[in-house]
């Protein structure tokens, strides 16, 4: 069996927090300030809920704000020798005094 | 994973998976008065191993200052789609460009930004706010000055 978790980045006036979603266990939600924590209580919740054998697949939104990070590709682009293809990214600046 | 490169520079922007830098490499930022805008972006490249593309990963940087105070935080996630172009088992680089022009800076002295990827720290980046050199005084070369 599969879990597949949509995560979601959200600011808040002095912090940011990491939450998913999920249509593979009913009920669940998970939050937590850092992303390393969020996949640890993922993982956590799987485990609890569907079993060790779940696979657990991470997908993470594109919702937040843009700042120009991802790659632009257009049709007449042509592939670069080096270099990676960043499909998602939100990055934020906060709290600057 | 590990941050490959990280610079400070005038500005920075990511083009067809590519880290594009303008005047990379500043470890000193002139300032006549202050609080002042900082000016500048950081310009990152973080080496991700094949094993650990699936996964959404994140990338926090804190502006310090140099009373210890936290001037700006970054907080972002990245996570890495198949690429065409690589061999199987190849990593990626993954290029990052932080717009961090508007972040105020409050006092002269020594800064740094605190990395970090995944909770796992990395080198800090290291620069100097200070009062522009004197008219005629002798400036060198090589020393990563931001004049403006």
Not at chain 2, 28 to 41: D, E, H, I, K, M
Not at chain 2, 102 to 125: C, M, Y
């Amino acid at each position: 069996m599969t879990a597949t978790f949509t995560i979601h980045f959200e600011m808040a006036e002095t912090d940011v927090a990491w939450w998913a979603e999920t249509a593979d266990v009913e009920r669940l939600s998970v939050a937590a300030p850092t992303l390393m924590g969020l996949r640890r209580l993922i993982d956590e919740a799987v485990t609890s809920h569907l079993g060790r054998d779940t696979e657990v697949v991470l997908i993470l939104s594109s919702d937040g704000e843009d700042t120009g990070t991802a790659a632009e590709r257009t049709p007449d682009a042509v592939p670069p020798p080096r270099g990676a293809d960043l499909t998602n990214a939100f990055l934020t600046t906060l709290a600057a005094a | 994973m590990r941050i490959a490169t990280a610079i400070l520079c005038d500005f920075a922007e990511v083009r067809d998976g590519l880290l594009f830098v303008l005047a990379g490499g500043v470890n000193r930022v002139f300032r006549q008065t202050l609080p002042a805008p900082l000016s500048c972006c950081l310009a990152v490249l973080v080496e991700v191993d094949a094993a650990q593309l699936a996964v959404p990963h994140e990338l926090r940087a804190d502006l310090v200052g140099p009373q210890g105070q936290n001037l700006a935080q970054v907080r972002g996630g990245f996570q890495v789609g198949p690429s065409p172009i690589t061999d199987p088992g190849e990593g990626m680089l993954i290029p990052v460009a932080l717009d961090l022009r508007n972040v105020g800076i409050q006092d002269f002295g020594w800064h740094r930004f605190v990395l970090s990827l995944d909770d796992e720290a990395e080198p800090d980046i290291r620069f100097k706010v200070a009062l522009p050199p004197q008219a005629g005084q002798p400036q060198g070369t090589g020393s990563g000055r931001r004049p403006n």
